[in-house]
């Protein structure tokens, strides 16, 4: 084994701060009871699968009681579990089984809204005491023929007007995403307070902090102003209609997440045994936002990991290496000083897969990528393996809100199903991730070769290369070396990882769909050799390789991290 990886005994970073987060999505990961649907006990019994991958943190995608519209981002109970995915008792075996392998547990938390079957909304459409105001209700206008509509032109992520008619309260109420999401009025103190009682809740019971659901709707402007229109869409009812500056990005959104990390902090340090708890916040805003998420102006702390999208929004397969570089650059320099960490997110379950984004070739080359930039990784359950996504779903089997709100013609645009289908374990039926008759979303029918099971058994795999990477990660040089990017052609870029005393990591990514020489001499300072350390499954190299550092030939999508010595 090189001396890279040895273990960093100087490493004096916390435990969040070089992590991979690997997300599960529950639903798909493993079903252990035969119903279809993927579950806690599921999850359970492939902890040694993630442990052996080489991950020490999972992040879940919501676990909580739910009528499943939006498949658990609409919770009616944030307390209990979703009786399909298991008991309590087998969330605690969870935590438990997953600390016993070093691996820490976040969980999703979702305040923007809850079920339109949660209490608190039942509760409040009945106008009981103390719950009148959870949520955003309106009269709306009375419109010249005498007829009620909404109060303004705000629409719904998910396609139609945000506002839904409750017949028993006889008002409007607010929704950003479905109309079974009600939207939380956080502007109502008793809401931040029973919020605050459901995380520390989860801390309580060991988990090791959240990612934080769709952040930036928290807040609307009271005033209700109509949005200004786009000009990106002609049909009123898309959200794509209007710009959202009264619905999204409020100032008032910065003043919760840093109530959350002060929450977080205080809750760290009356409990000294555990782990820092960390946040993770999803938010697709601009990088100056983001950056105050970190740290504002006056220097205070917010979310530990804004997510950072950027390889997901700002970048696709027919981005050239300047592309990447600026990518990479722009996150780097917006983030603030002073103990902050990067993070690069580089698939979720509401967007396409890599190997759909960037193509199936590119898929060791971005795992390359994301290992070896300086800070936080990201990874989407499946980006392992370099599983794709199931574009030809059925419209009968079409079950994503958005996608079935868009209609039958025009599904497959929106549709997140593609990148939810069961996980591939191996080429038994279902790919090993059920023993139903039926799956709840089709599994992929590339599963028969691409899944766990092969890739394990195959000289070269996906999954060999992103073990590997992950192996690597460990190593002084990436968890603490300086960071250096360059475009070396229109089509490929490297970067470089630098510490005193250790040999320097170079990754080096061909973009393109065709072959390219390049010379890396100047960039890698001339001197020193260049030795292959990870390759990608069709490389005609291998690690340990020595490479001709002036005429390096890379095929198509090909990534290659190297090192100096
Ligand atoms: C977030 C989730 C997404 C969900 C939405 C509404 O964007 O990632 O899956 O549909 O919030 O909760």
Known sequence: MSSLIKTDTEDFTDWWQHTVFYQIYPRSFKDSNGDGIGDLQGITSKLDYIAETGITAIWLSPIFKSPMVDFGYDISDYMQIQPEYGTMKNFDDLVDAAYGLGI?????????????????????????????????????????????????????????????????????????????????????????????????????????????????????????????????????????????????????????????????????????????????????????????????????????????????????????????????????????????????????????????????????????????????????????LGMEDYRDISWADTVDPPAKNAGELKYKEVSRDPERTPFQWNNEANAGFSTASKTWLPVHPNYTKLNVEAQKAAVKSHYKVYQQLLQLRKSAILRRGRFIIEPLSRFVFAFKRCLEDFDSIVTVINVSDKEQLVNLTEFINNARKLVVEVAGINSIYEPGQPLPASALSLAPHEGLVCKLV
């Open 104 to 384: 820490r547990v976040i969980l999703d938390f979702v305040p923007n809204h809850t079920s339109d079957q949660h209490d608190w909304f039942k509760k409040s459409a009945a106008k009981v005491s103390g719950y009148e105001d959870f949520y955003v209700w309106h009269d709306g206008k009375v419109d010249k023929a005498g007829k009620r509509q909404p109060p303004n032109n705000w629409q719904s992520v998910f396609y139609g007007s945000a506002w839904e008619w409750h017949e028993g309260r006889q008002q409007f109420y607010l929704h950003q995403f479905t109309k079974e999401q009600p939207d939380l009025n956080f502007r109502n103190p008793l809401v931040v307070r029973a919020m605050d009682d459901i995380m520390l809740y989860w801390l309580n019971k060991g988990v090791a902090g959240f990612r934080i659901d769709a952040v930036n709707h928290l807040f609307e402007s009271e005033k209700l102003e109509d949005e200004p229109l786009s000009g990106k869409s002609q049909d009123p009812l898309s959200y794509d209609y209007s710009k959202h500056i009264y619905t999204k990005d409020l100032p008032e959104v910065l003043d919760m997440i840093q109530h959350w990390r002060r929450l977080l902090d205080e809750f760290s340090a009356k409990n000294p045994n555990g782990p820092t708890r960390i946040m993770m916040t999803e938010a697709y805003a601009g990088l100056t936002q983001l950056a105050d998420y970190y740290e504002d102006a006056k220097g205070v702390h917010g979310s530990h990991l804004p997510f950072n999208f950027n390889f997901i929004t700002d970048v696709n397969g027919d981005s050239d290496a300047r592309d990447f570089v600026y990518n990479v650059e722009k996150w780097l320099i917006y983030m603030p000083r002073g103990g902050h960490v990067a993070n690069w997110v580089m698939g979720n379950h509401d967007n396409p897969r890599v190997a759909s984004r960037f193509g199936p070739d590119s898929v060791d080359a971005m795992n390359m990528l994301l290992m070896t930039l300086p800070g936080v990784a990201v990874t989407y359950n499946g980006e392992e």
